[in-house]
């Protein structure tokens, strides 16, 4: 990597930026010297405490044990919104824009408050206590803010499950964590279509006994199907609801929210995040990162069922005061010029989203980009996947006009917040690279052995110390917490990445190193896949890997077998790729399906992934050792009949 190009801080930049070089050093420094006292100092500068915390940190990886501010209590939504009223009041806090470029809307901190106060009340009439979970099936508009909010106002623990995922995967998400409420609403919009939301939740219900109450937003102009007695309209909820609501103290350990997402095995985890320290890492890291100063533009185009729509689209700019756009629709519609267009009339200074979509919109050509201004933009952001050169380049030089820095920031549900990632006014870029950790993060890189690998090296990402937004438990299963992420390297966080460090102290995320696979920024566990594809009753066996996608950055493959008797066809193609839409989202589809008499298993019957990763990638000559199998053959025969890309 001695040759990656760099593009030096721009002087302009630094000028006015929070964190420069030098500040980036020192600060950097202390915050692994004395832990402490740094996050004390930062607990105290970017939140409002209601009661000082007693203990900073208390944290034991083998136990999975870890606690931040204890004793301190807080609330979420007082630091979103009550504590900034006496000054930015009348200040836009949401900027929502419609799928429908006529439309938009602009809620002030004053009325998000109101809201938020009143919803919070509607929950309580509903029976919703402290601690309680509340399931969130959403789409992008701006009452997701305000349901959120009020969750936090009074206590309860919101579970947010993207309005992209189906039904079935919804069910098992409500039964999961309890949930005995839902909000969501009639439908969704986007590119011009209209989705069905609460027709899944009435499907999922069905199977969910203990759901007391279903709120839905009228987003729509359809009738739904109703049910009397559970279904309340929100708007109705709302008109006779005080405005007056006292935020309730939480401690700094209280649960905020599930969040669930896919591992390498098993069922999708829900990722439990607590109150104090998930507050602080969000709005520090979206100060810092973004170098977000009073009074300017912010948009993250993620959505709210992922992690970076919560810590980047509403904790985060919302604790710091920032006014944060939210975008209901699709980049290309009505035309691959939406982004740009919505810059310019929005004149937004920060932009945050992923690469998938920059290499989407990449393809549709410059003439999309270079037909608007863009000239109020200051900081580009990206986050999801590796993001490759060429799209980096791109976005740099076609989109920010090689004016605005790019930061390409690495993280994970389960951290709660940014960890690896350049500061626009601190870090010299190199396109690809997500260059260097944040305050108080201390990566390291291990060998399959788990030993520390020093200078430049290649293996495992690991954290060798806690910060504030780390996850602190996986909801109702804290063993697997401790299994999945404390027990391979003890002493560590296992992050799943592979990555490399250069000469530099540069990291360089190559991927996942387990089987969670990375599909347009939506990170999806092949085991979740293969197990919808045995539902069928044809498949006797299924093994699926991610390739390499040209705008995906990961395609979805499924090697398939069937059983006995069965012939492969066009239905049954079509067929297995609904259902596995059915059980988990249209996020799921299958790229490809290669039929296969049998999969490559060693002689005690586990599937041999690398080799049909190697195959999917079209690696031929990389397969690696092939002795082991039980039948050497059948590799042969999957190599012959390779679905064409
Ligand atoms: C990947 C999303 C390279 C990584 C915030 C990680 C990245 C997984 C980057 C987490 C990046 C995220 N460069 N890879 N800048 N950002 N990833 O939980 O593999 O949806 O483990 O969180 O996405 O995905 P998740």
Redesign the pocket.
């Known amino acids: 990597m001695t040759n990656a190009k760099i593009y030096d801080v721009k002087p302009d930049i630094a000028h006015n930026a929070h964190i420069n070089q030098e500040t980036y050093q020192t600060l950097y420094q202390r915050s692994i010297d004395e832990p402490g006292a740094f996050w004390a100092e930062q607990a105290a500068l970017f939140l409002t405490w209601q009661k000082p915390w007693q203990t900073v940190m208390d944290c034991d990886y083998s136990q999975g044990h870890i606690r931040w501010f204890e004793g301190g209590k807080l609330n979420v939504s007082e630091n979103c919104l009550d504590r900034h009223l006496a000054d930015r009041g009348d200040q836009v806090a949401i900027i929502w824009e419609s799928d429908n470029p006529a439309h938009d809307k602009k809620i002030t901190y004053r009325e998000l408050h109101q809201q938020v106060c009143k919803f919070a009340n509607v929950l309580k009439s509903q029976g919703v206590k402290k601690g309680d979970c509340v399931c969130i099936y959403l789409p992008m508009i701006a009452e997701a803010a305000v349901v959120m909010l009020a969750c936090t106002r009074i206590g309860a623990v919101h579970s947010i499950v993207f309005g992209g995922f189906s039904a079935e995967a919804l069910k098992d998400r409500i039964l999961d964590s309890n949930c005995q409420y839902v909000v969501c609403a009639d439908v969704g919009h986007r590119g011009g279509k209209t989705i069905a939301i609460k027709a899944n939740v009435d499907q999922a219900a069905m199977a969910c006994p203990d759901l007391k109450s279903v709120i839905v937003i009228k987003n729509g102009t359809e009738n739904v199907v109703w049910h009397n007695g559970r279904d309340i309209w929100y708007h109705e909820a709302m008109q006779g609801a005080s405005d007056q609501c006292p935020a309730e103290a939480m401690d700094a350990e209280d649960p905020l929210f599930i969040l669930y997402?896919?591992g390498s095995t098993g069922k999708p985890k829900g990722?439990l995040h607590t109150t104090g320290g998930y507050l602080l890492y969000a709005a520090m890291t979206h100060k810092y990162v973004f170098d977000y100063h009073d009074g300017d533009i912010y948009w993250c185009t993620?959505d709210i069922g992922?992690?970076?729509g919560h810590?980047y689209m509403i904790y985060g700019p919302l604790c710091n005061g920032a006014t944060t756009v939210m975008f209901e629709g699709v980049p290309t519609y009505p035309e691959a010029d939406r982004f740009w267009r919505i810059i310019d009339k929005h004149q937004v200074n920060i932009f945050y989203t992923a690469?998938t979509a920059i290499r989407a919109l990449m393809a549709q050509g410059h003439e999309f980009v270079t037909r608007t201004e863009r000239s109020s933009l200051r900081i580009l952001g990206?986050?999801?996947?590796?993001?490759n050169p060429e799209a980096w380049e791109w976005y740099y030089h076609v989109v920010g006009d090689a004016r605005c820095p790019v930061v390409?920031?690495?993280?994970?549900?389960?951290?709660g917040g940014?960890l690896?990632?350049p500061l626009p006014g601190a870090t010299p870029l190199k396109p690809g690279s997500?260059t260097l950790p944040f305050f108080g993060i201390t990566p390291e890189i291990l060998d399959s052995q788990g030993n520390v690998l020093q200078g430049e090296a290649d293996g495992v990402l690991v954290l060798s110390c806690s910060w504030p937004g780390q996850a602190r438990s996986l909801y109702g299963d804290h063993q697997r917490f401790i299994d999945t992420y404390f027990k391979s390297y003890p002493g560590y966080y296992f992050?799943?990445?592979g990555v490399r460090r250069d000469e530099e102290g540069y990291y360089w995320?190559?991927?996942?190193v387990d089987d969670?696979i990375?599909v347009s920024?939506?990170?999806m566990g092949t085991a979740e896949i293969e197990s919808a594809l045995v539902l069928h009753q044809h498949v006797a066996e299924a093994a699926v890997v991610g390739y390499p996608h040209d705008i995906k950055g990961q395609g979805i493959y499924a090697f398939v077998s069937l059983n006995v008797g069965v012939q492969a066809s066009e239905e049954l193609r079509r067929e297995l790729i609904n259902l596995v839409r059915q059980e988990i989202g249209a996020i799921a589809s299958l790229d490809i399906i290669q039929w296969t008499p049998a999969l490559p298993k060693t002689r005690s019957g586990k599937i041999m992934r690398r080799i049909l990763r190697k195959v999917a990638s079209n690696e031929l000559d990389g397969l690696g050792d092939t002795s082991t199998l039980a039948d050497p053959t059948v590799v042969d025969a999957i190599i012959l009949h390779r679905a064409n890309q």
């Not at 990206?382 to 993001?387: L, T």
């Open positions: 997402t896919s990722i993620a992922w992690i970076t810590s690469p990206s986050v999801g996947e590796p993001i390409d920031t690495w993280w994970q549900t389960e951290t940014i690896i990632t997500a992050t799943g990445d995320i190559t991927g996942r969670v990375n920024g939506h990170r």
